[in-house]
């Protein structure tokens, strides 16, 4: 039960801070991302490219999300405790919230991927787990 409820804290923090690890790493090598990512904040004004960007890197911080929930609870239900959390979360924010502040297609583009990235997250760990189980002739 520790490991699960660890497991769900650790992937909610990796999928947070993913986010912003990655978008800093692109504001370094594309000035005018860093740019804009503070005029997004203020006044919600980016270029598509860039959004696109954000689409990409909310993803794979929910696949990492997923993965570090499911390596560290060695359980699928942790994972998808955390699916369900994000999945809430996200819905809450980008259907209700910033609707009308960014375009429909960013926010859909936030939402629906993100449960499948999370289980895509979960059933990486599970998988290399279990192949990496299978190679040392053990059991999971």
């Known amino acids: 039960m520790v490991r699960s409820v660890l497991g769900v804290l ?6 947070m801070v993913g986010f912003f690890v990655l978008a800093l790493v692109l504001a370094q090598l594309w000035p005018d991302y860093a740019i804009h990512g503070r005029e997004w904040t203020r006044q ?10 954000n689409l990409v890197f909310w993803v794979l911080a929910e696949i990492g999300a997923g ?3 499911g390596k560290i609870a060695k359980r699928r239900e942790a994972v998808w405790v955390l699916a ?3 999945g809430i979360y996200l819905a809450g924010l980008h259907l209700i919230l910033y609707w009308s502040r960014f375009p429909w297609w960013y926010n ?3 939402v629906i991927p993100a449960v499948p990235a999370v289980f895509l997250g ?4 599970s998988s290399l787990r279990a192949a990496r189980c299978q190679a040392q002739g053990g059991h999971l």
Request: glycine content about 14%; charged content about 5%.
């Open 84 to 86: 369900a959390l994000v």
């Open 122 to 125: 979960g059933k990486l760990a």
């Open 108 to 110: 859909l583009g936030v």
């Open 10 to 15: 650790v992937g909610a923090v990796v999928w």
């Open 44 to 53: 919600g004004v980016f270029t598509a490219l860039m959004a696109c960007c």
């Open 67 to 69: 993965w570090a929930a």
